[in-house]
């Protein structure tokens, strides 16, 4: 294996990235050049053919001139026309078929080439070019006052001409360039003002990064621009809003989670101190109330977390969306809770057949907790009432009615916050996050929930559900 030489330059692919802004300022340069440099062209053009076309027409009627002043001349006489003297800024002569000059004295003779020995031949009436190498405009015209083939040439010099162009060219280079730079100033002036809510959208999402700082960022106008900086600050606000949530669930569940495991710890702590050598043993009444403890303990704890589990699932939406039938997911939910309940409470359903997009699991498991909710406050014997009622203006109502003790006044507007129990709660089993699941599972399908009093005087719970009847 050879290696490269010491010294040898090392080859590597570099990106360098463009800014935006720098983009915008070429391409505006880039398109007010295109556009100049067509226009330039095309004023060249123009006003090159125009001043070549004045020529050939000025070289045209003086020819013409010529022709129409001279007199027939014998084919022996090659004298001169005196009115051909006049023209002093204008190099000409009559030549015949083999280029020879048709007059007797010196003349300045134009520059002869086939072209003006074709139309001395008489293959050609007129002929127009432009010579190189002495930088004039040639005419030919047939010349008919000789007996054998003649053609007056003329030829004008181009330097005033081609200095006109020159001018003309420097002018338009001149303009063009200057458009060219104001263009590019104006698309960086014009780029550095559309673009500052881009670098604050930038700044914030880097200041989020770094920082997790979700503070708004200022709106001003309303373009397309400040609408995509409103769009990012309602995002920030989801974004913040979902913090705080895990937040208020964390230490809420964090407090919830404290007095079910303190108790366990000093349960678990009689025992085993209760096993000790020289401790009191404790009566079989006592150990009997301590497993009692032990195991309701746990039950709470693993119905606290299976809460707190699905409540984590409901801050999400549901990743599948499908077609429910809302009276065949409360009938389930109904199986389960009688099931549950056993035969101590009676359920008397009216469902109406209601269709809407959603997710059937979450909705089944809001509805139980109604269900359960209502089975555990209502005394044994006692009906339950379950009805699920269009009204007419795209939603329906699913109402669930007890015959418990009610809900106060002071208690209503908490019954449905997270970890919430009322005084008459405390002592019955329950995590205080079952109305809470119930909130969520109905605001993430477009609906919300209601608490009030039931005819029976007990509590009376409500999902309002967008959807269509079945």
Known sequence: MTSAPVGAPQTREVHQRVSLRTRIALLAAMCVGGAVALVSLGAYITVYRGLYQQIDENLTERAQALVNNTQEVDAGKTEIPSFFLELTDIKFDVIDASGRSAFNRPVVRPPIGPDELLVAAGEKQTSFRTDEATDTRVLAMKYPFFARGAALVLAQPLESTKSTLAKLSVVLIVIGGSGIIVAAIAGTAVARGSLRPVQRLTAAAERVTHTGDLRPIPVTGDDELSRLTQSFNTMLGAVAESQERQRRLVADAGHELRT????????????????????????????????????????????????????????????????????????????????????????????????????????????????????????????????????????????????????????????????????????????????????QAAERHGGSVYASRSADGGALMAMRLPGSPG
């Open 260 to 439: 079910p495991l303190t108790s366990l710890r000093t349960n678990l702590e009689l025992m085993l101190a209760s096993e000790q050598p020289g401790a009191p043993s404790l009566s079989q009444r006592d150990r009997r109330e301590i497993h009692d403890d032990l195991r309701a303990q746990l039950d709470e704890l693993t119905q606290l977390i299976g809460d707190l589990v699905e409540l984590a699932r409901e801050d999400a939406a549901p990743a599948v969306q499908e077609h429910v039938e809302l009276a065949e997911v409360i009938e389930q939910a109904l199986d389960r809770a009688r099931r549950r309940a056993g035969g101590d409470i009676h359920f008397d359903v009216r469902l109406h057949p209601w269709h809407l997009v959603g997710h059937a699991a979450s909705l089944e498991r809001a509805v139980l907790n109604l269900l359960d909710n209502a089975v555990k406050f209502s005394p044994p014997g006692e009906t339950v009432r379950v009805e699920l009622q269009p009204m007419g203006d795209g939603y329906a109502f699913l109402q669930v009615a007890d015959a418990g003790p009610g809900i106060s006044d002071a208690d209503l507007p908490h019954v449905f916050d997270r970890f919430y129990r009322s005084e008459e709660a405390r002592t019955l089993p329950g995590s205080g996050l079952g109305l809470a699941i119930v909130k």
